[in-house]
């Protein structure tokens, strides 16, 4: 395995390790981390796609109850994951798991909104995911999903303080790795959480730091063409598609 892929699945080991340990209270009472029970496809995700420096990171808030919790992969929307990425594996169950929010993996029939519009549109754009990621990497900030006694997804920016200084501080050390490791010229984040998150994790370091919008059903405007949204939000930061790169170069000058 190439050692940049390597690296990264070592990081994520130490990311698991670090958020196992925190313990979090109502209206929290289960928390899933995929990066256990779904660690295969997770490593198959890093393998594929994670053996090469990078131009652009685009960072994500935290796996969805039915994306990333099901499958391992960020945006992890079954299809799109198996059908477009071609990553499948084994994938078992949280330690608790709440009864409205059962990990069927790949058996899972719900599909990931969020995750079905970014990699449909970067299906859509790029064509094969080779092409797209000889220059980009997709992650989260955060591995962990929060789940209330209902069974409504929690967000982490909504942890109290006394829970999410902890946790924010491993996830800055892991996204501070990946900078490390994939050496981006650009660290994107998906949605307003996300960006600020890599300002406060990496803003020192020699790193272009820039926002697009999140691809949410809950976000009114990701309603209508997220995908067009989202590229002219790329364009106007300068972070190009591949065949528009020579006009990103002549806007920004020599």
């Known amino acids: 395995m190439p050692q940049v892929a390597a690296s990264v699945q070592a990081a994520a080991r ?9 313990r979090f209270a109502a209206p929290v009472t289960h928390v ?50 198996r059908g477009w990425l071609g990553i499948e594996g084994p994938v078992s169950r949280p330690r608790r798991e709440h009864p409205k929010r059962p990990v069927r993996g790949f058996e899972c029939p719900r599909s990931e909104v969020s995750g079905a519009r970014l990699w449909g549109a970067v299906a859509q754009h790029f064509g094969t995911p080779e092409r797209f990621f000889a220059r980009h990497f997709v992650a989260n900030f955060c591995p962990l999903v929060f789940i209330e006694a209902g069974g409504r997804n929690r967000t982490p920016d909504k942890l109290p303080a006394r829970e999410r200084a902890p946790l924010f501080t491993a996830c800055n050390r892991h996204l501070q790795r990946l900078v490390d490791i994939f050496e981006p010229d650009w660290v994107v984040g998906i949605g307003a959480f996300a960006a600020e998150r890599a300002h406060e994790a990496i803003g020192e370091r020699d790193v272009r730091i820039g926002r697009i919008l999140h691809p949410s059903p809950a976000n009114p405007r990701a309603q209508r063409d997220w995908a067009g949204q989202a590229r002219r939000e790329l364009r106007a930061l300068g972070v190009c598609p591949v065949e528009d790169t020579r006009e990103c170069r002549r806007r920004e000058g020599p």
């Open 14 to 22: 130490q990311l698991c390790r670090d958020v196992a340990r925190l």
């Open 32 to 81: 899933y981390n995929p990066l256990e029970y779904a660690r295969s496809p997770h490593d198959r995700y890093v393998r594929a796609y994670g053996n090469s420096r990078k131009l652009v990171l685009l960072l994500g808030m935290n796996p969805g109850p039915f994306g990333m919790a099901q499958t391992g992969v960020p945006f992890g929307d079954v299809e799109s994951v």
